[in-house]
């Protein structure tokens, strides 16, 4: 048999982990200032869910969704995003009784049956965060607070945000643009991709964030939603332009800004940045006020975003190696294990070598570790019950009884923990 990893998927270690792991501790710090509290939703859904949720016109639901069959017959879906689980536990758990605003966030794995290229896989990592319950713009001014604050903190400040409105559902807004965006896009027919010309019949505004070059000459002079939704939702917007322009953020408007997925109303946003190229986003999300009903369930006004962890940590450059701990060389297995596990538990990262190899091996494996002290028992030292302490920093030695260990190298190193 042939061990082969699955298509579209990958293993993470080594720098990569270290990446996400950074990205990963960030998010749950600053969101935790915002009030977000941490959900964790099961991988796999009904999946009616998404399907009702997230569109069946949608590329997601319609062609990415990793199937699979319970044993009594029914459909389940690996998650393909993460806000239709959070919304459902808000509903199946009542979570909107506890208090009129919530916010959550999640981190995890996704699952989209994608063609795999840079940057996108068929398992992939995403966090977001989801605020329910608020619809005035402060709510849209809160969540971009806090990713601006995020990508501070992990050091993305090149990231840069794209921002649209798309309007609600009311008759004279929405739908009225498409009207409008329908009529354009006729006299155009002919210059826009055979998927498009689909769209036009069925989700005519995703015409305008098609990627063909063909499509993207044909809308450049498309009506802008932004300048035709209704009079709240142009105000909503309004309000939210000039809250950002008080705090400093630095948005782009895009009238092509239209967000995959059909749960979206009013704001829309996109993170983007300059090296990961005009095709593929960092991270995005906007405003769902219409998907709880959707679900059959009392309206809850909602927004939030995800960002792709693994777009994300292409973007974090070389990770220096973390150096320090201990090192423990000798050659009474017994002894070397024993002052082992004594450092562990006293706070102290600390390895040994397992096959107890020369002296010299021993020191060059310390090295290699980048260890800051080599703790040496050899034989003089278990005779005289000592132990040698090398720092590597200077070569400086000295010999202590083993008992005085802990107490010296607390005044030389800080635990860990
Ligand atoms: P979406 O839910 O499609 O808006 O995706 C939000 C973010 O998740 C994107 O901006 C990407 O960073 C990331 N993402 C989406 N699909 C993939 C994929 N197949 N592979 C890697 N990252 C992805």
Not at 222 to 247: D, N, W
Not at 271 to 300: C, K, T
Not at 312 to 322: C, F, H, K, R, Y
Not at 329 to 356: I, N, W
């Amino acid at each position: 048999m042939k061990l082969k990893i699955v298509k579209g998927t990958r293993d993470l270690y080594g720098d990569d982990i270290i990446r996400f792991q950074r990205l990963e501790s960030a998010a749950r710090q600053v969101f935790t200032l915002y009030g977000y509290e941490e959900i964790r939703t099961p991988m796999f859904e009904r999946t009616e869910l998404f399907a009702h949720g997230v569109g069946q016109d949608t590329d997601i639901v319609g062609k990415e969704m990793f199937l699979l069959e319970d044993r009594r017959g029914r459909s389940l879906a690996l998650r393909p995003e993460g806000t239709a689980s959070v919304v459902r536990s808000v509903i199946t758990d009542n979570h909107m009784q506890q208090s009129n605003h919530r916010r959550f966030f999640y981190m995890g794995p996704m699952f989209r049956y994608e063609q795999p290229q840079k940057g996108r896989f068929r398992q992939f990592d995403q966090i977001g965060a989801e605020y329910f319950g608020v619809t005035t713009p402060d709510a849209d001014l809160e969540v971009l607070l806090m990713l601006r604050h995020f990508f501070k903190a992990v050091n993305l400040e090149s990231v840069s945000f794209q921002l649209n409105t798309i309007g609600c559902q009311k008759p004279e807004c929405r739908p009225a643009f498409k009207k409008k965006l329908i009529i354009y896009l006729e006299l155009h027919r002919s210059h826009l991709c055979e998927n498009c010309k689909r769209r036009l019949e069925t989700n005519p505004l995703r015409v305008l964030d098609c990627k063909e070059e063909s499509c993207i000459a044909a809308t450049s002079d498309a009506p802008r939603i932004y300048e035709h939704v209704c009079g709240e939702c142009s105000g909503h917007f309004g309000q939210l332009k000039t809250m950002l322009r008080e705090h400093k953020v630095s948005y782009e408007l895009n009238h092509k800004l239209v967000r995959g997925l059909d749960y979206y109303s009013r704001t829309v946003f996109e993170v983007y940045s300059e090296n990961l190229g005009a095709q593929n986003a960092a991270g995005g999300g906007g405003r769902y006020d219409g998907l709880f009903e959707i679900y059959g369930s009392p309206i809850v006004p909602a927004l939030g975003f995800a960002l792709g962890l693994d777009r994300l940590a292409m973007l974090i450059p070389e990770i220096e190696q973390e150096s320090g701990g201990i090192f423990v060389v000798g050659h009474d297995r017994s002894k070397v294990t024993g002052l082992v596990a004594m450092l562990r538990e006293a706070g102290y990262k600390c390895l040994y070598d397992p096959f107890q190899a020369s002296m010299k091996s021993q020191f060059r494996q310390a090295n290699k570790a980048g260890v800051t002290h080599v703790l040496i028992l050899g034989e003089e030292e278990i005779t005289n019950n000592t132990v040698s302490v090398k720092s590597m920093k200077d070569s400086n030695q000295v010999n202590l009884p083993f008992d005085g260990i802990l107490e010296y190298i607390g005044q030389d190193l800080n635990p860990k923990n």
